[in-house]
C-alpha cells in the first residue's frame, strides 16, 4: 500500500498552486552568469592591434594642418590592405572613406600613398572613396539612410570580388559632415552620435570620425560628449619645428592608453599639371612614415641624387651649360660670395643669354625672355629650398648636391639609381641674406 501524502493547509496549497501556475522567467535584455563567461561567444576584437576596435566608433583629433587626415587615411590602407600599421596587426577589411573636406585632394593622397608604397595596379584594394559631404545632422535622416545603402552595396561588392566585406568607415571631418551643428549644444551631438552608431549598427562596420581640436590641441573641440561617447580618441600632435606628429591613443574603453605613434610626412610627387604659358608644374601630395624611415630616406636621396622635374631639369641645364661657357671659380670672398666658395657661379644676364639662344622657335624675343623669366620663378622655390642651387646677388650657382640624371653632380664613384623614384625631400631650410637680396632685385625673377 502506498504512502499517503502529508494534507496540506490551504493557504500551503494556494501557494504550491500559485507558484507552480507562474510562466517561467525569460529575460528581455541577453545575460550571460558568472559561471559561463568562459563559453566561446562574440568577443571584443580589433582591426587595429589594442587601438582601433571591429565594432563601435572612434576620433581621430587635432588641430588644422597637424596631419590629422594623412594619418586616418594611412590607417584606412594599412586595413583594407592587411599590411601592418605601424608595426602592429592589422584585420583586413574592406574601407569606405567619406571625404567631405579636400575630397579631391584625396585623389593625389591615394597617389601619393601608392607610390610612396608601391602599391601595383593590380593589386586586389578593397577601398572606397566618397568625395563628397554627407549630413549626418539631418532631421529627416534621408542622407543617413542612403549613405547606409551605399555602403551595404560597396561592402558586397568588395566581398564578391576582393573576398572581405567593408569594416571601416571614415568620414573626414565631422564639421563638413553636421553642417551648422551648434559645437556647445549638447542635443546636436547626441544626434550626430545617434547617427554614428546607427550607421555603424547598420553596416557592421567601424566608424572613424576626423575631428578638429581646440586651439591648444589637447582635446576635442565642442561638446564633451563625442569624447564620452566613442570607444577610441586619438589625438595628433605637430611639432612645426622638426615636422614630428605624435599619435597618442588619449582613451580607449578596453585597454590601456596613453600609447604613442611617432611619424613624420614627406612629399611625393604624383603627377604633373601644364600651365597655361607652355611650362608645366609638379604637383606633390605626402605620404606617411616614421621618423626613423624619413632619415633613411634622406641618406637614400644622398646617393641616388634629388628628382627633378622637366621644367628644374631644363633650368639645371642651362645653369650648367653657363657655368661651363662663362662661369667664375670662387677660390675666395675677393672673387665672390662665401657661400660659393668652391662653386663655380654665373650672374642672371648670362643664364638668360644662355637659355634664349636654347629658343630660337620663339620670334619674339621679349615674349622669351618672359618666359624664362616666369619658368624661372615658379621653379625656383624648390631649386632653392632643397639646396639644388645657391644664390646671392648678383650670382647664381649649383650648390653641390647631387641630381639625378646629372652625372657631373656625382662624387666619383658615386651613382645613382636611375630606376627608382625619389619620394623622400629634407625639411625647408630658411633662406640666406644673398637669397633674400636676388629675392628683392627687380632684374632677377625671384
Known amino acids: ?13 494556494e501557494k504550491a498552486t500559485v507558484e507552480f501556475l507562474k510562466p517561467p522567467f525569460r529575460p528581455h535584455f541577453p545575460a550571460v552568469p558568472w559561471g559561463e563567461r568562459g563559453k566561446p561567444r562574440k568577443r571584443l576584437q580589433y582591426l587595429v592591434e589594442d587601438w582601433i576596435s571591429t565594432t563601435g566608433a572612434s576620433v581621430v583629433g587635432g588641430r588644422s594642418g597637424c596631419g590629422k587626415s594623412f594619418f586616418a587615411l594611412h590607417l584606412a590602407m594599412c586595413v583594407c590592405r592587411g599590411v601592418d600599421f605601424f608595426g602592429l596587426a ?7 572613406y567619406q571625404a567631405g573636406e579636400g575630397g579631391y585632394g584625396l ?16 593589386e586586389k584594394v578593397p577601398f572606397m572613396l566618397v568625395p563628397v ?18 555602403v551595404r552595396g560597396h561592402s558586397e561588392q568588395m566581398e564578391s570580388k576582393f573576398g572581405v566585406p567593408a569594416g571601416l568607415i571614415v568620414i573626414d571631418t565631422l564639421k563638413k559632415a553636421a553642417p551648422g551643428i551648434d559645437e556647445i549644444n549638447g542635443k546636436d551631438y547626441a544626434v550626430v552620435v545617434a547617427n554614428v552608431y546607427r550607421i555603424e549598427r547598420e553596416t557592421g562596420c567601424h566608424v572613424m570620425l576626423v575631428h578638429h581640436t581646440n586651439a591648444g590641441g589637447n582635446k576635442l573641440r565642442g561638446n564633451t560628449s563625442i569624447r564620452d561617447d566613442v570607444d577610441q580618441v586619438i589625438l595628433i600632435d605637430h611639432d612645426k619645428q622638426t615636422g614630428i606628429r ?3 591613443l588619449d582613451k580607449i574603453k578596453d585597454g590601456e592608453d596613453g600609447k604613442k605613434i611617432r611619424f613624420t610626412l614627406i612629399s611625393v610627387p604624383v603627377r604633373m599639371e601644364a600651365r597655361s604659358d607652355g611650362t608645366d608644374k609638379e604637383i606633390t601630395s605626402c605620404a606617411v612614415v616614421t621618423v626613423t624611415e624619413k632619415d633613411r630616406l634622406k641618406k637614400e636621396q644622398e646617393r641616388q641624387g634629388f628628382s627633378v622635374n622637366p621644367t628644374e631639369r ?11 661657357r662663362y662661369g667664375k671659380f670662387v677660390a675666395s670672398e675677393a672673387d665672390g660670395p662665401k657661400a660659393a666658395i668652391g662653386r663655380i657661379v654665373i650672374g642672371w644676364d648670362v643664364y638668360r643669354d644662355i637659355a634664349l639662344e636654347k629658343m630660337p622657335e620663339v620670334e619674339d624675343r621679349k615674349k622669351a625672355r618672359d618666359q624664362i623669366r616666369q619658368e624661372f620663378k615658379r621653379a625656383k622655390d624648390a631649386l632653392l629650398r632643397y639646396g639644388i642651387i645657391g644664390v646671392s646677388h648678383p650670382y647664381m650657382w649649383w650648390d653641390g648636391k647631387p641630381v639625378r640624371g646629372f652625372t657631373r653632380t656625382f662624387k666619383r664613384g658615386q651613382n645613382a639609381d636611375e630606376t627608382r623614384t ?6 625647408d631650410q630658411q633662406l640666406s641674406p644673398g637669397e633674400r637680396d636676388m629675392f628683392d632685385d627687380p632684374d632677377i625673377p625671384l
Not at 314 to 324: E, V, Y
Open 1 to 13: 500500500m502506498s504512502a499517503i501524502p502529508p494534507i496540506q493547509d490551504f493557504e500551503a496549497f
Open 107 to 122: 585623389y593625389d593622397r591615394e597617389e601619393a600613398y601608392a607610390r610612396h608604397f608601391e602599391v601595383k595596379d593590380d
Open 246 to 248: 605624435d599619435a597618442v
Open 90 to 96: 592589422v584585420r583586413r577589411a574592406g574601407v569606405i
Open 133 to 150: 559631404p554627407i549630413d549626418i545632422l539631418t532631421k529627416d535622416k534621408k542622407d543617413v539612410d542612403n549613405f547606409i545603402a551605399d
Open 422 to 427: 625619389n619620394a623622400g625631400q629634407s625639411a
Open 314 to 324: 631644363r633650368i639645371l641645364m642651362n645653369l650648367f651649360d653657363a657655368a661651363d
